[in-house]
């Protein structure tokens, strides 16, 4: 059995589960409650070092971080493929996905917002502040891209969903979770909303924080 190691709050939890469903994959999900602090508990030391999730146990392996997660499994199960066949096509896909998923993401994740409030002194209105520039700088960005690349169709690359659609469908969800104006990006709103629409991409228990 593949199991997932992750958590409802978790938008990179939520791009593996993406992924999966999207292949057709059966997986089983252990909680992981980052709110409670599981990520530090010795079982969980035992499985990610980094105490983070996702962790994808897969093939014997207990793979780390959503991205080569992702790559990983677009290669061992092929069908459908969520990268695209050619290079070029393959590069503007991972640069989309980057701009959310290592330009943003990692400064609005709960260790960073917990070190802007202790030892930083920050209070929850700074913090919220900080999250939504992070969120609306990398909205403007994967907008001009989607509204001024030719490969933008249906979805972010072409007409069917793929590993872009993942990762900007992530990012939207976390910038409505902290209450973050995505009126300048509709083109990055709509195509997010298009992918929810999906039974692949439901939001499960993230979407009582919306």
Sequence with gaps: MIRLHGFFRSLASYRVRAALRLKGIEFEEVEVDLLKGAQFSPEFDAVNPQHAVPVLEIDGLRLVQSLPIIEYLDERFPSPALLPGDAAGRARVRALAQIAASDVHPLIVPRVRNYLGNPLGLPEEAKQAFIQHWFSLGSAALEARLVR??????????????????????????????????????????????????????????KQLL
């Design 149 to 206: 690349d030719p490969e933008t169709g249906t979805f972010a690359h072409g007409d069917t969903p793929g590993i872009a659609d993942v990762v900007l469908t992530s990012h939207v969800l976390g910038a409505r979770v902290f209450k973050t104006d995505m009126s300048s990006a509709p083109r990055l709103s709509a195509l997010a909303d298009r992918c929810l629409a999906l039974a692949a991409f439901d939001a499960g228990g993230m």
